[in-house]
């Protein structure tokens, strides 16, 4: 069975920082391309940032410079750290594997930014 678990959502204060995990399992983790993606009330859900299996990212223009993803593969782990967060950052985070046709979600995770 494939399990997505998203932690480390929160209330944060505008400028701060959140650390978003992910725990993988019953995937072949490796073999997957990592991704996490948010929605807004009201939005579509969108791109934040995706690690490709051999380690190469990609990024949301509206996080460029401040977030960064990485993974572990040992531990079968990716991660989201969030830095310098704004307002417009609240949403819920999703963390997104895919292979080939195959594409899994996490349930998500809310992240605030407010004061």
């Known amino acids: 069975q494939v399990q997505l678990v998203e932690s480390g959502g929160g209330l944060v204060q505008p400028g701060g920082s959140l650390r978003l995990s992910c725990a993988a399992s019953?995937?072949?983790?490796?073999?997957?391309?990592m991704g996490w993606y948010r929605q807004a009330p009201g939005k579509q859900r969108e791109l934040v940032a995706v690690?490709?299996?051999?380690?190469?990212?990609n990024y949301g223009d509206s996080v460029k410079g401040r977030f960064t993803i990485s993974r572990d593969n040992a531990k079968k782990m990716v991660y989201l750290q969030m830095n310098s967060l704004k307002p417009e950052d609240t949403a819920v985070y999703y963390c997104?594997?895919?292979?080939?046709?195959?594409?899994?979600w996490g349930q998500g995770t809310q992240v605030t930014v407010s004061s």
């Open positions: 997104n594997a895919r292979r080939a046709t195959a594409s899994r």
């Open positions: 690690i490709s299996r051999g380690g190469s990212t």
């Open positions: 019953g995937i072949i983790f490796s073999l997957n391309d």
